[in-house]
């Protein structure tokens, strides 16, 4: 069983940056495609940035490209995303995703993931 927990939310004034964390534990060791999700009250759950098993490969939405950046440290089995530039249209619970499947490609949609963390809010003020 694959357990994901983020850290990093808060409240940032907009024009200002956060870091998420997402701290990935498993009783058997091995690498995941991963991604970030967040959903804003009343709306589905969107798409943010993804990355592969290896980190070559990244993915993000048009509405965060350039501001948002997503990374790993697969010795340390953490996912980060650096937020930068954050807009009020940003504040959302953000979840930690990964993927099951034994691909070293990125994944968008939210049923290529198998594993969800708690999420952390991000609250950006106008």
């Known amino acids: 069983q694959v357990q994901l927990v983020e850290s990093g939310g808060g409240l940032v004034q907009a024009g200002g940056s956060l870091r998420l964390s997402c701290a990935r534990s498993e009783r058997i060791l091995r690498t995941y495609p991963m991604g970030w999700f967040r959903q804003a009250p009343g709306k589905e759950r969107e798409f943010v940035a993804a990355?592969?098993?290896?980190?070559?490969?990244?993915s993000y939405a048009d509405s965060v490209k350039g501001r948002f950046t997503i990374s790993r440290d697969n010795a340390k089995n953490m996912v980060y995303l650096q937020m930068n530039s954050l807009k009020p249209w940003d504040t959302a619970v953000y979840y930690c995703a990964a993927s099951a499947r034994i691909a070293d490609m990125v994944f968008t949609t939210t049923s290529a993931y198998d594993y969800w963390g708690q999420g952390t809010q991000v609250t950006v003020s106008s």
């Open positions: 990355i592969s098993i290896g980190g070559i490969s990244t």
